[in-house]
T-cell receptor, first 109, second 111 residues
């Protein structure tokens, strides 16, 4: 079976740094995805981690620890437009990711 | 500019009607997927395809069918719409090792 766990909601201040955590239990794990989804819109791809470590992509970074079944998405220099839901998805033996419910991030001035 | 297109964007239909949700992509991706998503909830896989003439069932497939006659086209059909089908339907495509590209979605309301 597969299970994804991430916080339901987080709030942060514009200009700050926020870390969104995700834990997963996936048979035959082969990768961890992060997506951003604004209200009423489709998800957009942010990152894909296969190996342990930190992958940096501009203001967004994603970390993976395969041994701990743990990932986080780090958002720096927060902007109001970063207010969205952030979906963690773990890919297993079928290479079809299982999605979590998402973390709703609210950025306030 | 979108590379994966879904139509219609919004649909209101009566109970018992047969409906087909369209999805087309221009990226030449072999893998395509249909997901259902209710507000604030996770995406649930309905059907997926690894290529032409290949279709597989996901978790919520029992009341719908798909076809993949051409690489670029992956329509989803509900044979008899029910109010419980009211939801957002998202089509996506991918290549192995990369993230999904999602369409804009079809928001379906069954009355």
């Amino acid at each position: 079976g597969q299970n994804i766990d991430q916080p339901t909601e987080m709030t942060a201040t514009e200009g700050a740094i926020v870390q969104i955590n995700c834990t997963y239990q996936t048979s035959g794990f082969n990768g961890l995805f992060w997506y951003q989804q604004h209200a009423g819109e489709a998800p957009t791809f942010l990152s894909y981690n296969v190996l342990d470590g930190l992958e940096e992509k501009g203001r967004f970074s994603s970390f993976l620890s395969r041994s701990k079944g743990y990932s986080y998405l780090l958002l720096k220099e927060l902007q109001m437009k970063d207010s969205a839901s952030y979906l963690c998805a773990a890919s297993g033996g079928s290479y079809i990711p299982t999605f979590g419910r998402g973390t709703s991030l609210i950025v306030h001035p | 500019e979108a590379d994966i297109y879904q139509t219609p964007r919004y649909l209101v239909i009566g109970t018992g009607k047969k409906i087909t949700l369209e999805c087309s992509q221009t990226m030449g991706h072999d893998k395509m997927y249909w997901y259902q998503q209710d507000p604030g909830m996770e995406l649930h896989l309905i059907h997926y395809s690894y290529g032409v003439n290949s279709t597989e069932k996901g978790d919520l497939s029992s009341e719908s069918t798909v076809s993949r006659i051409r690489t670029e086209h992956f329509p989803l059909t509900l044979e008899s719409a029910r109010p419980s089908h009211t939801s957002q339907y998202l089509c996506a495509s991918s290549v192995r090792g990369e993230g999904y590209t999602f369409g804009s979605g079809t928001r379906l309301t069954v009355v």
